[in-house]
């Protein structure tokens, strides 16, 4: 059974930082291209970053530096440690799981951030 479990989220004011965990089973790890995405309400799920099993990794434009993902293969988990957060960064967070080149795509049940003074 895959399970994609996200911890770490929270209440952040201002310019602070937060690091989300999301712990992967259930699934060969290492050979799938770990993501987060973010949905703020009212608006459509959109790519934060993703890092390949090689460690290539993509991020939003948006971000401008703020935001890094992690991966630990030994331990299944990949993480965002997320920095200078903005309110504009208030979203529910998804850890997901791609296999590309197949179907194989998995979420997490996503985990909330806000950020607010």
């Known amino acids: 059974q895959v399970q994609l479990v996200e911890s770490g989220g929270g209440l952040s004011r201002p310019g602070g930082s937060l690091r989300l965990s999301c712990a992967a089973s259930g699934f060969v790890f290492n050979i799938y291209t770990m993501g987060w995405y973010r949905q703020a309400p009212g608006k459509q799920r959109e790519l934060v970053a993703t890092?390949?099993?090689?460690?290539?990794?993509k991020y939003s434009d948006s971000l401008k530096g703020r935001f890094t993902i992690s991966r630990d293969n030994a331990k299944n988990t990949v993480y965002l440690e997320m920095n200078d957060l903005e309110p504009e960064d208030t979203a529910v967070y998804y850890c997901n799981a791609d296999r590309r080149g197949t179907r194989l795509d998995y979420w997490g049940q996503g985990i909330q951030v806000t950020v607010s003074s």
């Open positions: 890092m390949t099993p090689g460690g290539l990794t």
